[in-house]
């Protein structure tokens, strides 16, 4: 199948710091690409929804001033968690769909992001 | 509403068949999805289903779809220890920009 990198695998911050979490789609090309957040045993929440070349979606109750979104080619999209805290503390987990195929979805391998 | 149900836990032992159900709730749907996850890892997409099939067959895997009663079922055929994960399902509603509701997922445990 398709192939979703995301990069770092893990981060531990200094809370007030802003950490960067790249996901990357290897083999497609993704117009749309999902940004996920799951905490210890429990499902996969959606934070937003990213499209290339405008702006993020995002869920209700998701900060867009805390969580940036950049989606700026059709391989590449960024979240940014700014000023983090230990609530902040979580598993992100990116996924891409591949515009030519669309019926599937592809997830990164996660980013697991510990505050301190 | 976007619920989408499924049972916590089952345990089986390895040879055996397991059965992972799935319930949600929009009438809408128009994919529906299976997921597994290894701890600490992200999701491998298994297998999906167009919501006007009734069954899919892909090798060990069968997915069982009753769109009347909005139930899906996975089912694993000779359950293996590299089988122990948590599954998700998950509903897409919509086209190519279409978000995922994703189930409670169910940690499937298999014992020797």
């Known amino acids: 199948g398709a192939v979703v990198s995301q990069h770092p695998s893990w981060v531990i911050c200094k809370s007030g710091t802003s950490v960067k979490i790249e996901c990357r789609s290897l083999?497609?090309?993704?117009?749309?690409m999902f940004w996920y957040r799951q905490f210890p045993k429990q499902s996969l929440m959606l934070m937003a929804t990213s499209n290339e070349g405008s702006k993020a979606t995002y869920e209700q109750g998701v900060e867009k001033d805390k969580f940036l979104i950049n989606h700026a080619s059709l391989t590449l999209s960024t979240l940014t968690v700014t000023s983090a805290h230990p609530e902040d503390s979580s598993f992100y987990i990116c996924?891409?769909?591949?515009?030519?195929?669309?019926?599937?979805?592809?997830f990164g391998q996660g980013t697991r992001l510990t505050v301190v | 509403g976007e619920d989408v149900e499924q049972s916590l836990f089952l345990s089986v032992r390895e040879g055996d068949s397991s059965v992972i159900n799935c319930t949600y709730t929009d009438s809408s749907s128009t994919y529906l999805y299976w997921y597994k996850q290894e701890p600490g890892a992200g999701l491998q997409l298994l297998t999906y289903i167009f919501s006007n099939m009734d069954m899919k067959q892909d090798q060990r895997l069968t997915v069982l779809l009753n769109k009347k009663d909005k139930h899906l079922s996975l089912r694993i055929a000779d359950t293996q220890t590299g089988d122990s994960a948590i599954y998700f399902c998950?509903?897409?509603?919509?086209?190519?920009?279409?978000?995922?509701?994703f189930g409670t997922g169910t940690r499937l445990q298999v014992t020797l």
């Open positions: 083999d497609f090309q993704a117009t749309t």
């Open positions: 998950a509903e897409r509603r919509g086209g190519t920009a279409s978000k995922l509701t």
């Open positions: 996924s891409a769909r591949d515009q030519g195929v669309d019926t599937e979805a592809f």
